[in-house]
T-cell receptor, first 111, second 113 residues
Framework: DAGITQSPRHKVTETGTPVTLRCHQT?????MYWYRQDPGHGLRLIHY???????DKGEVSDGYSVSRSKTEDFLLTLESATSSQTSVYFC??????????FGQGTRLTVV | AQSVTQLGSHVSVSEGALVLLRCNYS??????LFWYVQYPNQGLQLLLK??????LVKGINGFEAEFKKSETSFHLTKPSAHMSDAAEYFC???????????FGAGTRLAVHP
């Protein structure tokens, strides 16, 4: 267990509403990532952070924003949820090596 | 930019048979490569990693992978499949700065009696 907690684990929301997903780590690692997983696409990087208040866009960042005000928390916000954002969202952290460790995921359904 | 291609979105084997999951990468620099496994309704678990040391990498649960630069491949194998190996497997490569991972589309492994 890499000490990563994602919340909520499941959420159903309506189109047009804002949604925030939380990733919390207990490892004090610098690098954190948000991915989405969709069938046939594997995992795609949404945003990542390389320190407090230091974030950057990944390959599928449109419609998403992030914030990192503390080392342990990395928040992903869907500013106005759309059905195309129905997905499973994973948070990851990079440990002392090159590999990433993943949370259990958040299943988001936008109706 | 680095990329990863996994050949075969579904692979089915008999229990006790060889498992071979294919991964090819494109990278302009020596890559860091990984295999992850995902069991139903769970996160991804690291199986093994290649970081430019030995070309044959051993991982957990009896899996191993061989880095072949000439073929730009990093195929995952296991000599004898077990029912518990049924899962989805992802190959990934580090891309750019900040250790961002680029994933393949995944291969779902089914193991039948």
């Amino acid at each position: 267990d890499a000490g990563i907690t994602q919340s909520p684990r499941h959420k159903v929301t309506e189109t047009g509403t804002p949604v925030t997903l939380r990733c919390h780590q207990t490892e004090n690692h610098r690098y954190m990532y948000w991915y989405r997983q969709d069938p046939g696409h594997g995992l795609r990087l949404i945003h990542y952070s390389y320190g407090v208040k230091d974030t950057d866009k990944g390959e599928v960042s449109d419609g998403y924003s992030v914030s990192r005000s503390k080392t342990e928390d990395f928040l992903l916000t869907l500013e106005s949820a759309t059905s195309s954002q129905t997905s499973v969202y994973f948070c990851a952290i990079r440990g002392t090596g090159e590999e990433a460790f993943f949370g259990q995921g958040t299943r988001l359904t936008v109706v | 930019a680095q990329s990863v291609t996994q050949l075969g979105s579904h692979v089915s084997v008999s229990e006790g048979a060889l498992v071979l999951l294919r991964c090819n990468y494109s990278s302009s620099v020596p890559p860091y490569l990984f295999w992850y496994v995902q069991y139903p309704n769970q996160g991804l678990q690291l199986l093994l990693k290649y970081t430019s040391a030995a070309t044959l990498v051993k991982g957990i649960n009896g899996f191993e992978a061989e880095f072949k630069k000439s073929e730009t491949s990093f195929h995952l194998t296991k000599p004898s499949a077990h029912m518990s190996d049924a899962a989805e497997y992802f190959c990934a490569v580090v891309s750019g700065g900040y250790n961002k991972l680029i994933f393949g589309a995944g291969t779902r492994l089914a193991v039948h009696p």
